[in-house]
């Protein structure tokens, strides 16, 4: 299984952004989708979730603020940021978790969310 992210980059606070990631090799619904961050000195979190029939999860801080989506429940991911923080400055990681073996997960190389004040 292999993710590539891409999207991110810089923005001011109030303002948006999108990161998509492309997932290649991975069987269609055995796998939920996501994001995860880390920000300097801290550890990876969990952003977003979605599986392959639509439900997603977030963690409390981007609720209302993020919208994560799996056009066509494919192979696609994508997570649409909107009134950014400073606080969601990170490297952005997609994930893909198998729903047979939660302990199988594969990453995608992080993509870079950076936000001024």
């Known amino acids: 299984v292999q993710l590539q992210a891409s999207g991110g980059g810089s923005v001011q606070a109030g303002g948006s952004l999108r990161v998509s990631c492309a997932v290649s090799g991975a069987r269609f619904g055995l796998y939920d989708l996501g994001w995860y961050r880390q920000a300097p000195g801290k550890h990876r979190e969990l952003v977003a979730t979605?599986?392959?029939?639509?439900?997603?999860k977030y963690t409390d801080s981007v609720k209302d603020r993020f919208t994560i989506s799996r056009p066509n429940a494919g192979d696609t991911v994508n997570l649409e940021m909107s009134s950014l923080k400073p606080e969601d400055a990170a490297v952005y990681y997609c994930?893909?978790?198998?729903?047979?073996?939660?302990?199988?997960?594969?990453w995608g190389k992080g993509t870079l969310v950076t936000v001024s004040s």
């Open positions: 994930n893909a978790q198998s729903i047979l073996n939660r302990a199988v997960n594969y």
């Open positions: 979605i599986t392959s029939n639509g439900r997603t």
